[in-house]
């Protein structure tokens, strides 16, 4: 996901070509990284590049890259924290666990930029008010995690990813003042929100995403933390101001859009997905009630295949948060207070749905929805207290209620 998601991945050569072509994109680069590195810092200029979110669902987070310019030999590269590979040992299952590595790049700032600027999306150029001592220090520190052993890191998606680096990397030349400025300063919205307003185009990834997030993702967030997001962290920047030699100015001296966006925005808000889950949970509710009291041929079919359904659903949404949160290092779906409403339990009514009558297990039965019902009530408190997962209350809260209802009745027929 921002770069929660990276916008461009690189692809692991077969093993024989790998020294070519890394000799190959050495020889490319070393023009730009020779007045780059050697560069004294008073002609060192630097930059945060921000690009806006793209199309394809795990560029919707954005991107963005320090640039460092080299005034006398005008070569300039851009260093970003966004790049991973498909090729890396057991990489589906390390992403599935929350065991991703990530890793460093350099590139020339100009075919960068351009590519991002021909796919669509906006390219936003900041110079940052550096002393040549904090320019010549974040330079530094930039080639030096560009060495094999420093190059990759533990990926997160919310406090540890291709923003959150730059970020830090920017407050390790500044001396700590960026994150005391943007700790002082309140957040606007959580990561839960966030989320949601970034993948609104894919809604039903969005509604995946918002499932697994508990209440981890609600907390309220400083602006150091929501700066996770590279459009986040390029519009604080336009508040902050530092101390250099005794002196207090603006951290940043031009900001300018280099290239405007071309793709469909994400909203400013996150959907309210409130009434949306209402009304479904109500036409499920209502449908099962229908069906479970009607005497029509088919009707009894009926509701037992929709119970199933929802079920199925509700015992394999259950197992899929009940994974994250023993078997993952994904920290935001930890202690989920949607198992309330949706957990394995619902598979032990698959036989008894389909059953004209119940059978001596009808107070088991009976219990095991009961216990349903509760659980969701219990997660109506529960959103009162710490996770905001309304939505999935009234979601789910009026189906318990009805398919409770209904084999309760037949219970007692």
């Known amino acids: 996901m921002a770069c929660t998601s990276t916008d461009r991945t690189r692809l692991q050569p077969r093993r024989f070509a790998l020294p070519l072509l890394f000799l190959l994109a050495l020889c490319a ?18 930059s945060l590049v921000t690009y806006g979110p793209g199309a394809i669902y795990w560029e919707r987070f954005g991107h963005d890259a320090i640039e460092i310019y080299d005034i006398s030999s005008g070569q300039s590269m851009n260093f970003n924290y966004g790049v991973f590979d498909f090729d890396q ?15 460093m790049d350099a590139e020339r700032s100009e075919p960068e930029m351009m590519w991002y600027a021909q796919q669509g999306r906006s390219v936003r150029h900041q110079t940052l008010n550096l002393t040549p001592e ?11 995690n560009l060495r094999p052993e420093n190059l990759h890191y533990r990926y997160d998606y919310y406090t540890s990813n291709c923003t959150t680096k730059v970020r830090d990397a920017l407050d390790y030349a500044l001396d700590g003042q960026l994150k005391k400025a943007l700790q002082a300063r309140p957040g606007g919205l959580t990561y839960r929100q966030q989320t949601d307003r970034l993948m609104a185009a894919q809604p039903w990834l969005m509604l995946l995403l918002d499932l697994g997030l508990s209440h981890y993702a609600d907390r309220p967030l400083n602006a ?5 997001l590279p459009v986040v962290l390029a519009d604080e920047l336009t508040h902050v101001t530092v101390t250099a030699n005794g002196q207090r100015r603006l951290l940043l001296t031009q900001d300018t859009r280099l290239s405007p966006n071309r793709i469909e925005t994400p909203p400013k808000t996150a959907p309210d997905l409130r009434l949306p889950m209402l009304l479904v949970g109500t036409a499920l509710a209502l449908a099962l ?21 929802w079920l199925l659903l509700a015992g394999t949404a259950g197992l ?30 698959l036989i008894a749905v389909w059953r004209k009558r119940t059978s001596r297990r009808t107070h088991l039965i009976a219990w095991i929805v009961t216990a349903m019902a509760a659980l969701a009530l219990l997660g109506n408190l529960t959103h009162l207290l710490t996770q905001r997962n309304l939505p999935w209350i009234l979601l789910a809260l009026p189906v ?13 027929s």
């Open 289 to 309: 009630l229908l069906l479970g009291q009607s005497k029509r041929p088919g009707a009894r079919i009926g509701f037992a295949a929709l119970s199933s359904l």
């Open 400 to 412: 318990w209620v009805a398919l409770l209802h209904t084999l309760r009745k037949r219970a007692a």
């Open 224 to 228: 150091w933390q929501e700066s996770f």
């Open 89 to 103: 040992k057991h990489f589906l299952l390390n992403f599935a666990r929350g065991h991703m590595t990530y890793m």
């Open 134 to 144: 904090q320019a010549a220090r974040l330079r530094d520190f930039l080639f030096w």
């Open 29 to 46: 680069a070393l023009p730009a990284w020779s007045g780059v590195r050697d560069a004294p810092g008073k002609d060192l200029r630097v």
């Open 320 to 349: 899929f948060m009940l994974a994250l949160w023993t078997l993952t290092a994904h920290v935001a779906g930890w202690a989920n207070a949607n198992l309330l409403l949706f957990n394995p339990l619902a598979w032990g009514l």
